[in-house]
């Protein structure tokens, strides 16, 4: 049965490259043997070592450097019509441990790149996985938008008294589940945007955009959002005490969401009677933006993670009865998308004594070139 299997092997190694790895050895055999001992080729045996471990593996390899060795060995004694001198024998010793030292190396060579491209593969195949499920996950949430518009125009409709008289507490009745069909549109959005960046990109629609205009449509917003928590919004305009602008070259659709999601962020975790408070700022080569809030803070180790995606900060505001709803951990993902997008920099840090502030810089639009793009944009 083994003498059937190494017939098998032998029939199916490819016989020219064993006719190469051959006449090799049978050119260095022919050379070590013809010429005085004091002359070692064996070291051009690593060569043939080399290619035996690439064409035909382990075995092989440990039986051609076992050769190698033996015919460098044997040139010691064979053919045998020298005197044998010390440095003769060291020479040879030295090529033979030398031809050891190849072939072992060139195992470890072959067994070090068949673990990288078996850790290739893997990599692939978890890429094609989480490409399969960002395809699933975008399709999922562009079908769900379909079934929401249309639940949202019924209960307009109703609203409107299209199929019948509504009574006032039927209104109300109405009214909420309005507003919960909204935020789950808004949130089905939100995460088809998130996946369609991380796979296409943001493109942006770039134009002079004056952050004090969308901080002031921002707080117009949410004013009654925020009041219904009972959270009180201000807006400051840093060091001056009067309204200035804060051009930038951006996107306006894109960093309106910004500033809208910073600001949802710092209600949603405020307190009940806590004080919400946007501050503009003009810097040398910045326009800064920044949310502050009043509540409990961030932990130190949940820095690295706050603009990861689905990822919500866990911490203490004091009562359950006291905590506002927490959001879905997209909107600060996609506020760094935008950001990051424009050239820009968000980041987060504790206030002192408590209280968290969010906000973003991004590069100042010189006043000349807002200018002309200005005119252009009106244009």
């Known amino acids: 049965m083994r003498n059937l299997k190494l017939k098998l092997l032998i029939n199916t190694l490819p016989t020219g490259k064993i006719f190469m790895i051959g006449t090799i050895f049978m050119l260095l055999a022919f050379l070590e043997y013809s010429t ?21 593996g382990g075995m092989a390899t440990r039986s051609a450097t076992f050769l ?56 692939a195949a978890q890429e094609q996985l ?26 307009k409709a109703f609203q409107q008294e299209k199929f019948g008289a509504v009574s006032p507490s039927q209104q109300k009745v109405l009214a909420t589940m309005a507003r919960s069909h909204q935020t789950s549109l808004v949130l089905l959005e939100t995460l088809l945007d998130v996946y369609r960046n991380d796979i296409e990109g943001l493109k942006l629609n770039l134009a002079p955009v004056d952050l004090v205009v969308l901080a002031e449509t921002a707080v117009s917003t ?8 009972r959270i009180h919004i201000s807006l400051n305009y840093g060091d001056s005490d009067w309204k200035r602008s804060l051009w930038v070259l951006g996107d306006t659709v894109q960093l309106q969401r910004v500033v809208d999601n910073l600001l949802i962020n710092a209600i949603n975790h405020s307190l009940r009677g806590d004080r919400v408070e946007v501050v503009l700022e003009s810097l040398l080569s910045y326009q ?12 130190p180790e949940q820095f690295p993670h706050l603009f990861e995606r689905f990822y919500q900060v866990h911490s203490e505001y004091g009562s359950l009865s006291q905590r506002q709803a927490k959001g879905s951990g997209l909107g600060l993902y996609l506020s760094r998308q935008i950001i990051e997008a424009h050239h820009g920099i968000i980041w987060a840090e504790n206030r002192v004594p408590n209280g968290a502030i969010f906000g973003f810089n991004l590069p100042v639009l010189p006043f000349q070139s807002a200018e002309i793009l200005n005119t252009a944009y009106l244009k």
């Open 130 to 155: 989480m490409r399969l499920r960002e395809d699933f996950a975008s399709t999922l949430t562009h079908d769900l938008k379909t079934p929401i518009l249309g639940a949202i125009e019924t209960i």
């Open 222 to 229: 949410l004013t009654e959002f925020a009041a219904n928590r």
């Open 288 to 299: 800064v933006v920044k949310v502050l809030d009043t509540g409990a803070g961030i932990p």
């Open 68 to 123: 190698a060795v033996c015919l460098t060995i044997l040139n010691i004694w064979i053919p045998g019509n020298e005197s044998i001198q010390a440095f003769t024998i060291a020479n040879r010793f030295i090529a033979a441990i030398a031809l050891i030292f190849t072939g072992f190396l060139s195992q470890r060579l072959s067994k070090t790149q068949q673990t990288i491209a078996l850790t290739q593969n893997q990599l």
């Open 36 to 56: 005085p001992n004091d002359y070692v080729f064996g070291y051009l045996y690593s060569g043939s070592i080399v290619l035996v471990n690439y064409w035909f």
